[in-house]
C-alpha cells in the first residue's frame, strides 16, 4: 500500500490572529502573545485567525472590484474622450 500522495506543499503567509486579550495582530501559530505575554488556546487563536482570514479576503475582493470599476471608467471615459475629439472635428469640418 502506497501512503496517499499528498498535494505540493503549499507554504502559506503566516496566519494572523487577534490576541483576545490585547487585540494585537499576532502570529496564529505562536503560544504567547509578544504584546501583553497572554498565553493563548490554540482553539481561541484557530477561530481568531479564521476571521482574520475572512476579513483579509474580503477585503482583497473589494480591492479586485474597485481596481476593475477603475479600469472600466477609465475605459469609458477614454471612448468619450475619443468620442467627443472625433465629434468636434467632425462638426468643425
Ligand atoms: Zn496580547
Request: glycine content about 6%; some cysteine; aromatic content about 6%.
Amino acid at each position: 500500500m502506497s501512503s496517499a500522495k499528498q498535494g505540493p506543499v503549499t507554504k502559506t503567509a503566516p496566519r494572523f490572529a487577534r490576541c483576545p486579550k490585547c487585540q494585537e495582530l499576532i502570529d496564529a501559530a505562536s503560544e504567547t502573545c509578544r504584546f501583553c505575554n497572554a498565553h493563548l488556546s490554540p482553539g481561541e487563536l484557530e477561530e481568531s485567525a479564521k476571521l482574520q482570514q475572512k476579513l483579509t479576503e474580503a477585503k482583497s475582493r473589494a480591492n479586485d472590484r474597485s481596481a476593475m470599476i477603475t479600469a472600466i471608467a477609465g475605459l469609458v471615459g477614454a471612448i468619450l474622450l475619443y468620442g467627443l475629439w472625433f465629434l468636434a472635428r467632425f462638426m468643425t469640418r
